[in-house]
């Protein structure tokens, strides 16, 4: 590794590319949790991608309508099945279970298109006359540029969405007044134009249901005037230039510039999760407009600083820096994805990370939605899966980087949402299940739909997503300590144990177990040699659910609470039995040592239990972290994108720093690999470094992020372990701001000649440092930095 040089930010905090990009899947993102962009970096025509996070197909009514149960439900329905499964018919056992089944969930729209067209001098560039193109997206301003020379004028365009003010801002510059630029609103969905002096509006009509690219359904998009009636939208832009603008209903000009500033903002009608939305595309654009009224009488260099310290005060919290090969930071990223297959670039596993956490800033902010599939960044109208929240894993691993990588307070879209979706599980635990508490099946939306969707039983019929979805409040707590949270939380905590509870039965041997039950999304072969899905106690339920239990009893314990529910779930989770080895070495994923019917199947649910969860470790179960890495190697590294950032984080888990290493290898190339001749699935980026599942899921990002973190640090067992899977070719490297359970800060810098690590507490604690075998014992004051070196 001799070639290694010191760390360039640039190499690890800045995407650049040397032309416009050509396809969505090469534009660059933007967004403040609720204005989502797309940036293609046009030269004279130009399109910058709009969304709003809030704006989605159906309505509480559509759900409603969508939630008629295929078949019988109620508590004996499940008993039908759990008859069918003890006389050994799987067959019968999955056509009861398809009758839970109801409609699907809804799809996460696209808002609109900026279209923008610049001439420089009267010209409208043609090949050839454009020179010294560089476009570029700054993590750390969270700003995306383009700049080139137009017939001797120097022209620069400058975007971003603020939080702050709440719009987004385009300002283009030139080199002499002769800047001309008209802008057009357009969008996918009905729209009107609506005029304004100075600007431009437009008024649009979501539609009523949306039904998933998958389903072959008479109106895949339909539109109602009636109490099903999807929610209203609008955009509104206004501008400001030293040039002359005119305006009618469709277009905006700008003439003579040589600067001109676009304030866009968005509204609609939701309202949340159960009300109906009933406010006008007029009401929305006037919200709009207000706010893009205020923020465009503010000086632009005002709007950028603000913007700039909203962001940093998030993204500067913690960043990676690997060396990479020198000169690597002067290839556009696009050949450094393309190179990365052949030669190691340290730096662009750093970007990966720093990347991670710049789209989590962008689409994740307090008081909004979580984000889903895509993010907050979708351009199709039926988006890949509805571009929902799947929350059988996809949505989890969204916020599995939210605690390590220092962004507490985007995760709390998600912490806020899962109490809404309690609600509505509410209904669904009783009606379909005849049970208490709440729960939660694959798939869910904005209007917080918790049915098991129409379907195959191998995804749709598995009820657990309220028992992971709970982990998450349990995680925010051990992160930051605040026990006022882990109080609002406990309702939501208990009820998802409460269905549990009363999901669980008496197996023939006396424990307890789970029936109907199925590990998303894969199948097994049956004894007549076919594919089924429906069992009895696949691994990952009873996972879940001690874990669950689990963290209900500490939370009593924490919050003094007496409960006899809570008796009842410690003595159950006694019951449940521990994960069982198979024939081959592998962590059974059911409890029968049964086939795979996809022996490389892409979820890897019964490893769940050592990560995100923490029961199967390398020093307190090493049979069965030996047995989860058989499993690993049993089921391969080719894989969909997420399936890898998952990998990344199982690998780290277990400390086995050469196969995450190459995991992360593997996530960062090309996503049209395939292409090559090479065998694989497609996985991997894109130009833009989206994860490509195939297509593109924002999830892997995520999760790689959250991978790279848990190489660097981990807490899970209670001590703070610094470099756990630290791989040989990551010889050098400082990561700052990591966060350990307890409320710990930890900076570290590392090379061939030790580790200094820097910890920060929140409060006064005594913890134990790990680095391979070193443990050091420290007692951390709060608030005061702790600096100490490890071999």
């Not at 632009?300 to 913690?318: P, V």
């Not at 023939?508 to 069992?535: F, H, I, K, R």
């Not at 939370?555 to 994960?579: C, F, H, N, Q, Y």
Request: charged share 20%; with cysteine; glycine share 8%.
């Amino acid at each position: 590794m001799s070639n290694l040089v010191s760390s360039d930010r640039a190499a690890t905090q800045r995407l650049f590319y040397d032309r416009p990009a050509g396809s969505w899947l090469e534009a660059l993102p933007l967004g403040n949790g609720r204005i989502g962009a797309m940036c293609f970096g046009g030269v004279g025509t130009d399109r910058i991608g709009l969304n709003d996070e809030t704006l989605w197909s159906g309505s509480p009514e559509t759900a409603r309508l969508l939630s008629t149960p295929l078949g019988a439900t109620g508590a004996e329905a499940v008993v039908a099945v759990r008859d069918a499964l003890e006389a050994g018919d799987v067959r019968r056992a999955h056509e009861l279970a398809r009758g839970f089944h109801s409609g699907y969930s809804q799809a996460y729209l696209p808002l609109g298109d900026l279209l923008l067209e610049a001439r420089a001098g009267g010209a409208t560039p043609a090949a050839g006359d454009v020179a010294q193109y560089r476009r570029e997206l700054d993590l750390d301003a969270a700003t995306a540029t383009a700049e080139y020379e137009l017939g001797g004028v120097v022209v620069r365009q400058e975007v971003f969405v603020s939080a702050p003010d709440g719009v987004l801002v385009v300002r283009m510059t030139a080199s002499d007044p002769v800047l001309a630029l008209t802008c057009r609103l357009t969008s996918q969905l009905p729209s009107q134009a609506q005029a304004a002096a100075d600007g431009l509006g437009l008024l649009l009509q979501a539609p009523a249901d949306v039904a998933p690219p998958h389903r072959d359904v008479p109106e895949p998009v339909r539109y109602s005037e009636g109490p099903d009636r999807g929610m209203a939208a609008a955009i509104a832009l206004r501008a400001a230039s030293d040039g002359e603008i005119r305006a009618d209903e469709t277009e905006l000009s700008v003439e003579g510039a040589s600067e001109v500033t676009l304030i866009l903002s968005t509204a609609t009608g939701y309202a949340g999760p159960s009300a109906a939305p009933t406010r006008s595309a007029a009401e929305c654009w006037a919200d709009a407009d207000a706010t893009a009224l205020a923020a465009r009488a503010r000086p632009y260099a005002e709007l950028l600083a603000d913007h700039r310290e909203d962001h940093q005060r998030l993204f500067r919290r913690s960043a990676l820096e690997l060396a990479g090969p020198a000169g690597q930071a002067d290839l556009p990223t696009d050949l450094r994805i393309a190179r990365e297959t052949d030669a190691e670039d340290p730096a662009l596993a750093a970007l990966l990370f720093n990347y991670g956490r710049y789209l989590m800033i962008a689409g994740s902010r307090p008081g909004g939605l979580p984000t889903n599939l895509q993010g907050i960044w979708n351009d199709i109208l039926r988006p890949p899966w509805s571009s929902n929240y799947t929350v059988n894993i996809n949505t989890e691993m969204n916020y599995w980087p939210a605690e390590t990588t220092n962004l507490s307070e985007c995760h709390e879209p998600l912490l806020r949402y899962i109490g809404q979706l309690a609600q509505a599980g509410s209904t669904t635990a009783r009606e379909r299940y005849g049970c208490g508490g709440w729960t939660a099946h694959h798939n869910a939306d904005a209007w917080c739909w918790s049915f098991p969707v129409e379907g195959d039983p191998r995804w749709s019929n598995w009820p657990m997503a309220g028992a992971w979805l709970a982990r998450h409040l349990w995680d925010h707590y051990e992160f930051t300590g605040d026990l006022e949270f882990l109080r609002e939380s406990w309702p939501v905590l208990l009820g998802a144990a409460e269905f549990c509870l009363d999901w669980l039965v008496e197996m023939p041997d006396g424990t307890l177990g789970t029936a109907p039950s199925t590990s998303p999304e894969n199948d097994y072969l049956a004894d007549d040699g076919q594919p089924a899905s429906v069992t009895r106690s696949a691994t990952m339920d009873l996972a879940l659910i001690a874990d669950l239990f689990q963290r209900v009893a500490q939370a009593a314990g924490l919050l003094e609470i007496v409960d006899a529910l809570v008796d009842e779930l410690s003595a159950a989770r006694k019951r449940l039995s521990e994960p069982s080895i198979g024939a081959r070495g592998q962590l059974q994923e059911w409890a029968a040592d049964l086939p795979e019917e996809d022996p490389h199947h892409r979820h890897m649910s019964h490893l769940v239990g050592v990560h995100p969860g923490d029961a199967i470790t390398p020093d307190s179960t090493p049979v069965l972290a030996a047995a989860a890495a058989r499993t690993l190697d049993l089921r391969g590294d080719e894989a969909t994108g997420w399936s890898l950032a998952w990998k990344i984080n199982l690998r780290a888990r277990l400390r086995d720093a050469v196969a995450a290493h190459r995991l992360v290898r593997a996530f960062l190339r090309p996503a049209d690999d395939t292409a090559t001749g090479r065998p694989g699935s497609g996985a991997g980026v894109y130009p833009n470094l989206f994860c490509a599942h195939p297509p593109f899921q924002i999830d892997g990002n995520f999760g790689a992020t959250a991978g790279i973190a848990e190489m660097l640090l981990q807490s899970h067992t209670g001590e703070i372990e610094v470099l756990p899977a630290l791989p040989v070719d990551w010889p050098s490297g400082r990561v700052t701001g990591l966060r350990a359970r307890g409320g710990v800060s930890v900076d570290l810098a590392w090379s061939t000649d030790g580790v200094d690590v820097t910890l920060t507490a929140d409060r006064n604690q005594e913890r134990v440092i790990r680095s391979g075998d070193e443990r050091i014992t420290v007692r951390l004051s709060a608030g005061t930095a702790h600096r100490l070196s490890l071999s």
